[in-house]
Each structure stands twice: as C-alpha cells, then as structure tokens.
C-alpha cells in the first residue's frame, strides 16, 4: 500500500497524515471548493477522494477507467468529479458515492491529458494527446462544437478563465494558445518564449487583470498578460528540472509550482521572487500541485505514489500516519 501527503505553503513542513491507498504513481491532485477534500488520480487506473483534515478515505477508488487517470478535479458545486484518462475518455463521478454519472464522454482519439470545468459547472474542457481541446455539456454528455484545433504536438492542459469566457491550453509544441470558449476561435497569437514543451497552464482568480501562468520542460514558470498575451517579466527560474504543474493562489498574489526536480516552489506571482524555501519531502518527481481555496494550503502529488499537504497555519509535521510507522503527533 502507498501513501499521500499534505503539506505546509509558507514553510515547507509537512502536515497530517499521509494518505494510503493508491498502488501507482499520483498524476493530479486537488483540493474541493469548500477545501475539506482533496481527489486524486493516479496509473493505478483509479480516482479517489479523501478527507482533507484526516487522510481518510471518503468512499471507495473510483473504478472505471480502463487506462491510467491522468486529471482529476472537483465540480464548483463540490458535488461531482471529472476525470481524464490514458483510456482516451472524460468521465464524470457523484464525489461521495464513486458512482459514475451518465456514459462517459468520448471522442478525443488519444490519451486525455487535462481536464477541467467552467465556473458555472455547466462545461467540461480537455485537452489531449490528439492535438485537440475539446468543450463538453455536463447535463448531456455531448461535445459542444468542433474540436479546438490549432496545438502541432500533445495539448498538456487546460483551464476556463474566470468568468468562462476563455480556454487556455498548453502543448509539447512550446506554445499556449488562448480561445474563445463559446466559439472556438483562437484569441490572439501562440505565446511563445518557452524554449520547450509546455506543461501546464492556469489562469489567476482575479478579475480586473487577468493573467496566465506556464510551467515548461525549459525549466521555468511564466506569466503572461492574458488579454495582451505579452509576457509579465522575466521567466521564474530556479528548478534545476522540468517544471510540471502551477497554480495560482485564491488571490492571485502567489503562483506555486511542482518539478521533476522533486520539488515544490512557491512565488511571488507579481516578482518572481521566491517565497521560502523549496518544499523538500518527495522521493520521486512532483506532478501535480494546487491551493486550497483559502491560500492556507497547497497540496502536491508525485511519481512516488504518494500526495503531501502543506499548512501555512504552524509549519509542522503534525502526525504521520503510514503502513511503514505507527500514529506518530508531533508538538
């Protein structure tokens, strides 16, 4: 059995328990709109959720996929679940029960990288190895218009704008490309200053000044003026690998990001200035990271199997709970 983390955002320690149960590598990590929960994916085929505070399950896996679960992520009504997979299809969960709702959503002719929901719960984008971003309706299932066409190499992720009239998307062709969510139109040119594949996309919360980060194969994180699609400084350097997941903060004030290098950053998002120390715990690659949705936590999952949860509240590793060592509080 393995286990998963949670850890501290401000200083780096980690905090609670780590939570068992996948039997494979952790692909995508999230927390639930209200921050109790936190789902995960992962190559054991598998979507599973947890209790944010305890690292207890909340229900049984989520079993369904018939390939490796690449992107898991809550509704906005906390209600649900979507999850992409190496099977080439999105489905969509009831979060407390596990039950899968309605068939699941196909048409992506490979591996579904990303997926994502707009604000209003209403549309699911994905991106995949096909090329291709795709907007799905959540009450029928069907997808909502031609595929997005415009990435030469694997779309990598995917995310709708705050008000849900935008769709960002990254590619292993070093761009990120801007559209229309309601027609499909591409909005402006590629961003392009990564010198590699990009890995993975966000946009910032707030809603005057909308702005985009990128994580790259090329090592470093960029924000870019979503309206402009001109870059906002210079690249955020200071992973020694490629740069797999970002994220902003609820307030847009702080960007954290996770690395092959094996660790998590986090960032002033207007300087690039780095905030603490690197988040050290992993043993193998970080793929995933995310806040919670009161900035007071940030959550990373990685190649090593397992999830780690950060508080910013003390910095401590509280209790550690593992199939390798018995309960153990820290004070």
């Not at 992506?108 to 997926?115: A, D, E, I, R, T």
Request: glycine content about 12%.
């Amino acid at each position: 059995m393995t286990t998963q983390w949670v850890w501290n955002a401000g200083t780096g320690a980690p905090e609670g328990a780590p939570f068992q149960g996948h039997s494979g590598s952790v692909n995508s990590v999230a927390f639930s709109p209200d921050g109790e929960r936190i789902v995960s994916g992962s190559w054991d085929n598998t979507v599973r959720v947890w209790n944010a505070r305890t690292g207890a399950p909340e229900a049984d896996p989520f079993q369904g996929h018939s390939g490796f679960v690449t992107s898991a992520t809550f509704f906005p009504d906390g209600e649900r679940i979507v999850s992409g997979s190496e099977d080439n299809t999105v489905r969509v969960w009831n979060a407390k029960t596990d039950v899968p709702e309605g068939d699941q959503l196909q048409g992506h002719s490979g591996l579904v990288s990303s997926v994502a929901f707009s604000p209003d719960g209403e549309k699911i984008v994905s991106g995949s190895w096909d090329n291709t971003v795709r907007v799905w309706n959540t009450r029928t299932g069907a997808s909502e218009g031609d595929p997005l066409q415009g990435h030469n190499n694997w779309v990598t992720s995917v995310a709708f704008s705050p008000d849900g009239e935008k769709i960002v998307s990254g590619s292993y062709d070093n761009t990120v490309r801007v559209w229309n969510a309601r027609t499909g139109a591409p909005e402006g040119d590629p961003l392009q200053e990564h010198s590699n594949g990009v890995t993975s996309v966000a946009f910032s919360p707030d809603g005057e000044r909308i702005r985009i980060v990128s994580g790259s194969y090329d090592w470093t994180v960029r924000v870019w003026n979503a309206r402009t699609g001109a870059p906002e400084g210079d690249p955020f350097q200071g992973h020694s690998e490629r740069v797999t997941s970002v994220a902003f903060s609820p307030d847009g004030e702080r960007i954290v990001s996770g690395s092959d290098d094996k660790t998590v950053r986090v960032w002033n998002a207007r300087t690039g200035a780095l905030q603490g120390d690197p988040l050290q715990g992993h043993n193998n690659q970080v793929t995933s990271v995310a806040f919670s949705p009161d900035g007071e936590r940030i959550v990373s999952g990685s190649y090593d199997n397992t999830v780690r949860v950060w508080s910013i509240q003390n910095g401590k590793c509280q209790f550690l709970l593992s199939h390798e060592v018995p309960l153990k509080f820290f004070s």
